[in-house]
């Protein structure tokens, strides 16, 4: 089984990866490319789940939690976005 770290390591080459794929697609003079490329991220999350899930009780606890984390994550995207322009 694959522990916590190595989650962790995949986790930020997924994201990693995932940043290069859809970065053509966000152009910075089009604000409604980065709204199409986020829904097309979260509508595929949602897919997902719902391959994994068969109860949709578990898929809303998930969002749930991911809807309270919202403040935590805007804190680290900031953090990584200085981290990244400041080099």
């Not at 152009?27 to 391959?51: Q, V, W």
Request: aromatic share 4%; no cysteine; hydrophobic share 35%.
């Amino acid at each position: 089984m694959t522990n916590q770290k190595e989650l962790e390591k995949d986790q930020i080459i997924l994201q990693k990866d995932l940043h290069k794929l859809i970065s053509p697609y966000v152009r910075p003079d089009e604000p409604k490319s980065s709204l199409m490329a986020s829904g097309t991220l979260l509508a595929t999350s949602i897919h997902l789940y719902i391959a994994l899930y068969k109860d949709d009780e578990v898929i809303k606890t998930i969002l749930e939690n991911a809807k309270e984390s919202l403040s935590q994550l805007r804190e680290s995207t900031h953090q990584q976005f200085h981290a990244t322009t400041l080099h």
